[in-house]
């Protein structure tokens, strides 16, 4: 079972990135998809969350308005667009895919998968 992120880089300050999370080895059509972040000498955070059927999302406050999550169940693919960056956004990206059907489920010990991280960088 494989998750690899891709689509991290430099971007100026109120640019945009999309992030995209490609599953392997298994479907997760079923479970909940989402992604954390870790800034440097910070502890991991989480960013947004998917139910399995793309209708429910969740965001962390510092994000919501900018950042959007979605999905591709035929794809098996998770995406993250990322709008309006911000310094304080740099950090490594990593996606997560987890049994539990609560889309609100923000806690890192309920992930079951976990991707390989991309690095976004924001400059100021």
């Known amino acids: 079972v494989q998750l690899q992120a891709s689509g991290g880089g430099l971007v100026q300050a109120g640019g945009s990135l999309r992030l995209s999370c490609a599953a392997s080895?298994?479907?997760?059509?079923?479970?909940?998809l989402g992604w954390f972040r870790r800034a440097p000498g910070k502890e991991r955070q989480f960013v947004a969350n998917?139910?399995?059927?793309?209708?429910?999302?969740y965001y962390a406050d510092s994000v919501k308005g900018r950042f959007t999550i979605s999905r591709d169940n035929a794809k098996n693919t998770v995406y993250l667009q990322m709008n309006s960056l911000k310094p304080e956004d740099t950090a490594v990206y990593y996606c997560?895919?987890?049994?539990?059907?609560?889309?609100?489920?923000?806690?890192?010990?309920?992930?079951?998968?976990w991707g390989q991280g991309t690095l976004v960088t924001v400059s100021s």
């Open positions: 997560a895919a987890g049994r539990s059907t609560y889309y609100s489920d923000t806690d890192p010990k309920n992930v079951d998968f």
């Open positions: 080895g298994r479907t997760f059509s079923s479970y909940r």
């Open positions: 998917i139910n399995w059927s793309g209708s429910r999302t």
